[in-house]
């Protein structure tokens, strides 16, 4: 290693992807050690996912071989761990790399395991990259399951706000290890339970998550299936059918399939009529034998919603089954924030904020509230901007009769939304 002269002694210069990595913030004082190599320290395997640096970049061929030979002669001899980020180029263009896996033979792995080694001429590259993305991975020998969104995704991307933890604690416990080879993985979480008070976000969270997944990912609300000649018992079919097939047409490497279940307690209860078992040719009895069974194929995970988490029957949520559970809370002030820039960014565009509005201070006030509650804060603020009695009318119903919205208004909003929550 070779010192840079444009840097002054006793001073060390990260890129924006090392100080992510790790945490070290421009400016601040750290104390630097040797570190000595224990032994057997070297990598056996590295998981790389890929993504451009630019959006709409154009199609493009990644021969895994070639930037495999780069990469171990750029970073031989280094360091490298679970979710560490960095960039290089690849025939002239900047692509950036996360490391989703690492692995030395014997060492513990696991879900939020932090995975380190060293690279070595004989460590084994695997890429990935992501569902309908523009690049394509040839010449690797190894196949992975390809997850349609990034472990440090935007949540604002997908309407989301206020559940970082939450879906922080998804990605860990079960997303992250579905992306690696399957003699990479633990075994392999295939049911989740996200439960919590009406309004916090779990219906959108799961509807997103199907959508994330397109036609492998399937949205059910649970009561439909009680309703003759509705499709959902039609769509719950078709989709273990496909579950089924994928999964005797490539074994280990099938494709994941998703699929959320909303209002899960109205089947999930642990006694249920006979009326409703029964209905629509006892398609409720199959899906419930499935996710007893959900072990058997090594392809699909269960998402299943309930605001009543104490109604479920207790067999469901024994280890193997509906094992990863995820509560989704009310907010706090950076979770009202989060969702608040989402909400006002129609009104920044159109010019409908006066200048004395403060996020943070409606954020303030609202914290503790439901995302629900803070979807309806624009509309309460009109009517008071208005003189309007409160009612389900839109802000868009009345775009003929601008109105500049001030402080004032969202905090008589907050006022009557809070004293709603506490009651």
């Known amino acids: 290693m070779t010192p840079n002269h444009a840097i002054c002694n006793g001073y060390l210069a990260l890129n924006s992807s090392q100080r992510k990595t790790t945490g070290i913030v421009a400016g601040a004082s750290i104390i630097l050690n040797t570190f000595d190599p224990p032994p057997n320290f070297n990598l056996d395997l590295i998981v790389m996912d890929i993504y451009p640096c630019v959006k709409h970049a154009p199609e493009v061929e990644i021969d895994a071989i070639r930037l495999s030979n780069k990469l171990q002669a750029q970073f031989l001899d280094q360091v490298m761990q679970t979710r560490q980020e960095f960039r290089v180029d690849y025939s002239g263009e900047e692509y950036e790399y996360i490391i989703s896996g690492a692995l030395i033979k014997g060492g513990q792995k696991g879900p939020g395991t932090v995975e380190r080694g060293l690279v070595s001429k004989k460590a084994k590259i695997i890429f990935k990259t992501l569902v309908g993305g523009s690049m394509k991975i040839v010449n690797q020998s190894e196949s992975t399951t390809r997850l349609p969104f990034r472990p440090d995704i935007d949540m604002r991307s997908l309407g989301l706000g206020g559940i970082r933890a939450q879906f922080q604690k998804l990605y860990e416990e079960v997303f992250f290890h579905l992306g690696l080879p399957p003699y990479m993985r633990i075994k392999p979480a295939r049911g989740v339970l996200i439960h919590g008070l009406p309004g916090t976000g779990k219906t959108h969270l799961g509807r997103k998550i199907a959508e994330m997944f397109g036609n492998k990912g399937k949205f059910i609300n649970c009561s439909d299936l009680f309703t003759q000649g509705n499709e959902s018992a039609k769509m719950v079919r078709e989709f273990f059918i496909s579950v089924e097939n994928n999964h005797t047409s490539h074994g280990d490497h099938s494709d994941l399939h998703v699929l959320v279940l909303n209002d899960f307690d109205s089947i999930g209860r642990e006694y249920l009529s006979r009326f ?148």
């Not at 899906?287 to 207790?314: C, E, G, P, V, W």
């Open 276 to 423: 409703y078992a029964e209905a629509n040719g006892g398609i409720v009895v199959e899906l419930m034998n499935k996710i007893y069974d959900m072990q058997s194929f090594n392809n699909i995970l269960f998402i299943a919603i309930t605001n009543r988490q104490d109604l479920i029957a207790k067999s469901l949520l024994k280890y193997g089954r509906l094992q990863v559970q995820v509560v989704m809370t009310v907010l706090d002030e950076e979770g009202c924030l989060e969702i608040l820039e989402m909400h006002f960014s129609h009104l920044v565009r159109s010019n409908s904020l006066d200048a004395d509005v403060s996020l943070q201070a409606i954020a303030r006030r609202m914290q503790g509230c439901t995302g629900a509650a803070l979807a309806s804060l624009v509309n309460r603020a009109y009517f008071h901007a208005k003189g309007l009695p409160h009612g389900e009318m839109s802000i868009l119903q009345n775009a003929s009769t601008p109105v500049k919205l001030r402080m004032s208004h969202f905090l008589l909003a907050a006022e009557s939304l809070m004293a709603r929550h506490r009651a």
